[in-house]
């Protein structure tokens, strides 16, 4: 289904191209920053731990700066924007990634801070030439793995802070069922300040606020390809993620370089993440502690109900390790972490340790502005 939203209604060593510095550097220099940042906001232990103070928030946490992972050989680039949850982080951005191919963004999920997390990436990144190529006229693909708020949220942002600064590209936005009433929520809830950029002092056209919608839904099509152009091959795939009806993966074949890159979004093991991930250079999936699983902020009062509850809806190192034997995907990057544990014996590498004794391959723990 497609609608148009009018205004009028492998391992990978580190890149040297941009930098000589070495890894041991590049965690070095966030160690520094992270000394600068608590001088600047002091940091105050919380009384106690909620979904708002978790030690995963703490800046004493972010001790590395982010990295350039991606492979010299390859021209296509996969850029972390955002790696957060919904627990409240100022150091993470809500889930927001971007695949740049032949210099051409394609953007994954909108989590909150996307128009943020663009800035972000740009001026932390030096091996593309992101200046002028993360611009408000580039900024048209974006793909929705779920509907969920935390991967939607900043959808308003994509639409309208690029026609803010002049840009005249109208949005293509895929997704799963529900993707075209949300997509005119917005249309609608923003008409006045739609309005004004046209009728007010700046006298901008209307072209550039407008947004095309391509649901997908396995009820009534197989999956496989959604969406392809000169760049890219893009097929979408049915996960499973709470009682969502309706979640999606992408599976994207870059062109010049033949990459295959994988999107799981949020949930558990599922046939069609495998499929999604079958053979992949990387798959971009979250996850979720077990051993640590009684400090989540969320799921239950004990255990055995967090247990139940979260297994519904996250990917415990098992459900990992499982989806990683069957797809043969080569490299994980881990967004999303809920990486719960007890202030005292929290590291930032503790979900990526866990998901190793686990059995898990060449994982990755990706950061804001990470490019792989």
């Known amino acids: 289904m497609i609608r148009t939203m009018l205004f009028a209604a492998a391992t990978f060593g580190i890149a040297t191209a941009a930098s000589a510095q070495s890894y041991e550097d590049l965690l070095a220099v966030g160690e520094a920053t992270t000394k600068q940042n608590n001088m600047n906001a002091p940091f105050v232990e919380p009384s106690s731990i909620t979904a708002m103070t978790d030690p995963s928030t ?69 091996g593309l030439d992101l200046t002028n190529i993360l611009t408000v006229g580039n900024a048209k693909y974006m793909f929705l793995t779920h509907l969920h708020e935390d991967h939607t949220v900043g959808l308003p942002s994509f639409i309208l802070s690029p026609y803010k600064f002049g840009s005249t590209t109208d949005k293509v936005i895929f997704g799963p069922p529900g993707t075209e009433g949300l997509i005119q929520g917005i249309i609608e809830g923003w008409s006045l300040d739609r309005q004004e950029m046209v009728q007010g002092s700046t006298h901008q056209s209307p072209q550039g606020s407008n947004a095309t919608v391509g649901e997908v839904d396995f009820d009534i099509r197989a999956p496989g390809p959604i969406f392809e152009d000169d760049n890219v091959k893009v097929e979408a795939f049915p996960t499973e993620h709470g009682s969502l009806g309706h979640t999606l993966a992408f599976r994207f074949t870059t062109k010049p370089d033949g990459r295959i890159i994988a999107f799981g979004g949020d949930g558990h093991y599922s046939k069609g993440l495998v499929q999604a991930a079958k053979d992949a250079d990387i798959l ?89």
């Open 58 to 126: 703490w800046p004493k946490f972010q001790n590395r700066a982010p990295a350039d992972r991606s492979p010299e050989d390859k021209a296509s680039k996969l850029i972390t924007m955002g790696t957060g949850t919904p627990t409240a982080s100022t150091f993470r951005f809500g889930p927001a990634m971007a695949l740049i191919v032949n210099g051409y963004p394609y953007f994954i999920d909108c989590g909150e801070g996307w128009w943020r997390a663009v800035n972000r990436s740009t001026l932390t990144q030096g």
């Open 284 to 372: 971009v999936i979250e996850g979720i502690t077990r051993k640590n699983i009684k400090y989540a902020s969320w799921g239950g009062d004990t255990v055995e109900e967090k247990v139940k509850t979260i297994s519904a809806y996250h990917m415990f190192p098992s459900d990992m390790k499982k989806v990683q034997d069957e797809s043969g995907v080569k490299t994980i990057v881990m967004v999303h972490e809920q990486n719960f544990n007890a202030p005292e014996d929290f590291s930032r590498t503790g979900l990526r340790d866990e998901m190793r004794e686990a059995g898990v391959q060449n994982i990755f723990s990706a950061i804001d502005g990470d490019m792989y």
